[in-house]
C-alpha cells in the first residue's frame, strides 16, 4: 500500500467489520517520536532562501524524506521548521 521509505509503511494493517458485515482495512495510527531521542547524523543552520526539501536532499539523499527531518525536531508542520533563519535543525540518521 505504501513505498519502503514511507512514514506509513511499517505501520500495522488492522481491519474493521462494520454492522452490516464489511470489511474494512486501514493503517493504525503513527505515533510520533520523541526528537531528542533519535540518533542525528548532522545539526544544519537554516539560511534566508534554505527550502526543506533541499535541505532533505543535501543531508539525506532524497527530497521526500523531509517527514525526518520533521520527527527529529518534533515539528507536526514542515514550514516551521524553516520559518527562522539561524534556527538549527537536527537531521537524524536515516531509516533504512
Given at each position: ?47 534566508d532562501e534554505d527550502r526543506l ?44
Amino acid at each position: 500500500m505504501f513505498e519502503p521509505r514511507s512514514r506509513y509503511y511499517n505501520l500495522e494493517t488492522a481491519q474493521l467489520t462494520t454492522s452490516d458485515g464489511r470489511r474494512v482495512a486501514y493503517k493504525r495510527r503513527r505515533f510520533l517520536p520523541q526528537g531528542q531521542d533519535m540518533p542525528i547524523a548532522e545539526e544544519v543552520i537554516v539560511k534566508d532562501e534554505d527550502r526543506l526539501d533541499l535541505i532533505t536532499f543535501a543531508t539525506l539523499g532524497d527530497s521526500e524524506q523531509f517527514w525526518q527531518i520533521c520527527d527529529a525536531n518534533n515539528a507536526m508542520n514542515p514550514d516551521e521548521l524553516i520559518a527562522e533563519p539561524g534556527k538549527m535543525l537536527r537531521v537524524p540518521i536515516p531509516l533504512v
